[in-house]
């Protein structure tokens, strides 16, 4: 089969389309023909290693799954003796960050792992990207505990991650304000957000709303400058490490005392979040904001473009064009 392979860490180059060999399905597993997947900031990360802890999940020396693409949708060609929940044809997308192998024509994954059927009102290109910028958002919003009717503030709304927040912050009821650039305001209010403040001409550090949770979605602002917009229990969650590691340092302290304080949730995903994912785009609550669209010879173009910190929503990779 045809996969995208990177056998050391470095500059999107290193990934290169070659021929591997098909994946075999053990009795647990099934194996899919996948049509569609992403490139996204978690395949990026791991691919560059520019940040020296992804190797801990990825290889301390070189790359041990040389296929990257977490995210995948496609249809289930072959599945393992036990398997109970799959059968051949059914419509799959999900999310694997462990083993991936969303970038070539065949990958393999557990029945029990983050799968399910495709919502059905969703394309393969579409349900992709269900998932990535969304469980990262889910686990922030979780861990925030906000409720119906609080206010929060999403930074950087446009992102895999930011886009992914304001529609599921405003699935749980919460009034949400969004900061994104001129060009995204009209699609940001209408992935639902209620007020929307335009970074290039107005400051959002001066509003006058206090809010619950602040989700800094692309890491550009800090607690300390967010720290005045917070109510007296309110939340800073940021999804970079901030200068000199300091949201580290927070998330460690600032829960000690009662107030203001910074979290910095270890992000999961399991069967049960994929399958609320699929719910909500069944509902039209959730639908990911798609860019643009890569043919899998064209991934090292893909890389670049999402590497420029300036996507917006995400990045789809056509393994098969429909
Ligand atoms: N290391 C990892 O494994 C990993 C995995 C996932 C995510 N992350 C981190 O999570 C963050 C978000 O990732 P993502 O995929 O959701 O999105 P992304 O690709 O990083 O974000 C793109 C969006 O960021 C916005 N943006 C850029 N500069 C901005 C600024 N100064 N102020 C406000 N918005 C700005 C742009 O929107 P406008 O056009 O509106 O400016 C663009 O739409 C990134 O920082 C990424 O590194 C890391």
Request: proline share 6%; charged share 25%; hydrophobic share 30%.
């Given at each position: 089969m045809k996969a995208v392979v990177y056998t050391k860490y470095g500059l999107p180059e290193v990934a290169k389309l070659m021929e591997v060999s098909k994946p075999i399905p053990k009795d647990n597993e099934v194996l899919m023909k996948v049509c569609a997947s992403t490139v996204n900031r978690t395949d990026s990360g791991f691919r560059s290693a520019n940040y020296f802890i992804?190797?801990?999940?990825?290889?301390?020396?070189?790359?041990?799954?040389?296929?990257?693409?977490?995210e995948f949708a496609?249809?289930?060609e072959e599945i393992g003796k036990d398997v109970k929940t799959f059968k051949r044809g059914d419509r799959v997308f999900g999310y694997n960050d462990k083993t991936c192998?969303?970038?070539?024509?065949?990958?393999?994954?557990?029945?029990?792992?983050?799968?399910?059927?495709?919502?059905?009102?969703?394309?393969?290109?579409e349900a992709a990207p269900l998932t990535e910028g969304a469980h990262y958002a889910l686990n922030n919003i979780r861990a925030s505990k906000i409720k119906s009717g609080q206010h929060a503030l999403v930074y950087g709304a446009t992102g895999a991650i930011g886009s992914a927040a304001v529609q599921l912050l405003k699935h749980l009821g919460a009034k949400v304000t969004a900061v994104c650039n001129t060009k995204n305001v009209a699609l940001v209010k209408s992935l639902g957000a209620d007020t929307v403040i335009d970074y290039q001409t107005q400051d959002f550090t001066k509003t006058n709303t206090k809010f619950h949770f602040i989700l800094d979605a692309v890491g550009k602002s800090s607690f300390?400058?967010?720290?005045?917009?917070?109510?007296e229990s309110g939340v800073y969650i940021s999804?970079?490490?901030?200068?000199?590691?300091?949201?580290?340092f927070y998330a460690l302290t600032?829960?000690?005392?009662?107030?203001?304080?910074v979290l910095f949730p270890i992000p999961t995903i399991n069967k049960a979040d994929v399958i609320f994912l699929k719910?909500?785009?069944?509902k039209g609550e959730y639908k990911p904001v798609i860019d643009s669209y890569y043919k899998l010879d064209q991934i090292?173009?893909?890389?670049?473009?999402?590497?420029?910190?300036?996507?917006t929503g995400n990045v789809v990779i056509k393994v098969v064009e429909e």
């Open positions: 992804s190797r801990f999940w990825s290889g301390l020396i070189r790359p041990k799954y040389p296929i990257l693409g977490c496609g249809t289930i192998g969303g970038h070539g024509e065949y990958l393999t994954m557990s029945e029990d792992d983050a799968i399910a059927t495709l919502p059905g009102n969703l394309t393969f290109y300390r400058e967010c720290k005045p917009l917070l109510t999804t970079e490490l901030g200068k000199n590691a300091e949201n580290i600032t829960p000690m005392w009662k107030g203001k304080k719910e909500l785009a069944e090292v173009e893909a890389y670049r473009y999402v590497e420029t910190g300036q996507k």
